[in-house]
């Protein structure tokens, strides 16, 4: 894989260089049948203790960057980093961290 920061360069960035456009995203970025469990490290203001959520992961088919597992929750688009696991104190389990990407923004009426 690529340095993950490098896939913005390939969409023109909007919000202060922070978000993605909708139609970029559903270009890009396809929904799958996996699903993940994670941690977002308490940088959600909710997880300060490894607790973890399940989401839908998405692959780009941008190349180099067809291996990464993406998620998208609200509206950040968020990468998985299995370099990086958490542990979840309640459970003992360690999960991968969700690291922010971009924003997607809402699609243009």
């Known amino acids: 894989m690529t340095n993950i920061y490098a896939l913005r360069n ?31 490290g308490g940088w959600d203001g909710k997880s300060y203790h490894g607790e973890s959520r399940t989401a839908r992961v998405y692959r780009t088919d941008i190349k180099g960057y067809e291996d990464v597992r993406f998620i998208k929750v609200g509206k950040g688009l968020h990468y998985i980093e299995d370099a990086l696991p958490i542990l979840e104190e309640a459970t003992g389990e360690t999960h991968p961290s969700a690291e922010w990407l971009v924003d997607v923004l809402k699609s243009a009426r």
């Open 10 to 40: 390939h969409f023109e960035l909007h919000e202060y260089k922070t978000a993605i456009t909708r139609a970029d995203f559903e270009a890009h970025f396809k929904a799958t049948k996996e699903k993940v469990t994670f941690t977002f």
